[in-house]
């Protein structure tokens, strides 16, 4: 017998008012970095403009700052998203901001790519790269 594979609810199955496979629509004001409290009412118009063309979320790209990304979040009709960073708030601490979403962009790959990094380095030097998760002999 055939088991039917059922979607799962919440963000993996949503395409958050975009093409299938993108992402929220991203609000680039903040790239070029500057005061971001000086951004904002761009940041504000741009957000509110895609979401009124349909966009069921916004992404203020490299906004770190929470106070201002809290008064984004307050400022716009709809969900926003955010990117966690080194620098950026924590998860938990994004979620009190109102962050509807959270991306980890490059960020999961660089991580597992300077571990893979570290421990070819212990092997290199003739190690074992799993001596710290091995289980203790018994005897």
């Not at 966690?84 to 601490?93: F, H, I, N, Q, Y």
Request: proline share 11%.
């Amino acid at each position: 017998m055939r088991r039917r594979r059922r979607k799962r609810p919440g963000p993996s199955t949503r395409n958050w008012g975009c093409a299938p496979g993108a992402g929220p629509p991203r609000i680039g004001v903040f790239l070029a970095g500057g005061d971001p409290a000086a951004l904002l009412p761009e940041a504000v118009r741009r957000a509110t403009r895609y979401l009124a063309a349909g966009a069921d979320c916004v992404y203020p790209i490299l906004l770190a700052d929470p106070a201002i990304l809290a008064e984004l979040v307050a400022a716009v009709p709809g969900a926003v998203n955010a990117l966690a960073r080194p620098g950026a708030p924590t998860v938990p601490e994004l979620a009190a901001l109102g962050v509807a979403r959270v991306s980890y962009g490059g960020g999961l790959y660089a991580a597992a790519r300077g571990h893979t990094q570290r421990m070819l380095d212990v092997v290199r030097a003739g190690g074992d790269p799993f001596a710290a998760v091995r289980p203790a002999a018994s005897g």
